[in-house]
């Protein structure tokens, strides 16, 4: 059998942005700040308080079950329920994520930042990898 190595490389990098997240929450408040999670979470978790943890927590969940998600579509995890749903839904939000720069640039240009960017750039990435895995295992999902 082989594997969809594009599908493979995007739960890669699906993981290692989940990966990331938990770092993230265990590196504090100036880890939020450098990776532009914003003034308001960085200060949260200064505080102490519960919010940034548990948001970075669910977003590193998500990741971390698109990251299965994608090895299940390479073939190498055993099919995942909703697989021909859930596959072309993660290319989507990564795909959008990664396009929303371009509103922003559009419509909002005074929020544009770095973060967005380059973000913008990552996401983009990651959903052009997924799309390509997910073009080439349409057939057999």
Same mark, same amino acid.
């Given at each position: 059998m082989s594997y969809?190595?594009?599908?493979?490389?995007?739960?890669?990098?699906?993981a290692v942005a989940a990966l990331?997240?938990?770092?993230?929450i265990f590196g504090g408040p100036a880890w939020y700040r450098f990776?532009?999670?914003?003034?308001?979470?960085?200060?949260?978790?200064?505080?102490?308080? #519960?919010?940034?943890?548990?948001?970075t927590l669910l977003i590193a969940c998500v990741l971390g079950a698109w990251s299965?998600?994608?090895?299940?579509?390479?073939?190498?995890l055993q099919p995942l329920p909703l697989l021909a749903w859930a596959l072309p839904a993660i290319t989507a939000v990564y795909l959008l994520r990664g396009l929303a720069v371009v509103g922003l640039f559009i419509f909002?240009?005074?929020? #544009?930042?770095?973060?967005?960017?380059? *973000? *913008?750039?990552?996401?983009?990435?990651?959903g052009v990898?997924?799309?390509v895995g997910l073009i080439q295992v349409w057939p057999d999902l």
């Open positions: 969809n190595i594009p599908l493979i490389v995007g739960a890669g990098l699906s990331l997240h938990l770092c993230i990776f532009g999670a914003g003034e308001r979470m960085a200060s949260g978790a200064a505080a102490g308080h #519960l919010y940034p943890p548990i948001v299965a998600y994608a090895l299940s579509g390479a073939g190498v909002e240009r005074r929020r #544009l930042s770095a973060f967005w960017v380059w *973000s *913008s750039l990552i996401c983009l990435g990651f990898v997924h799309l």
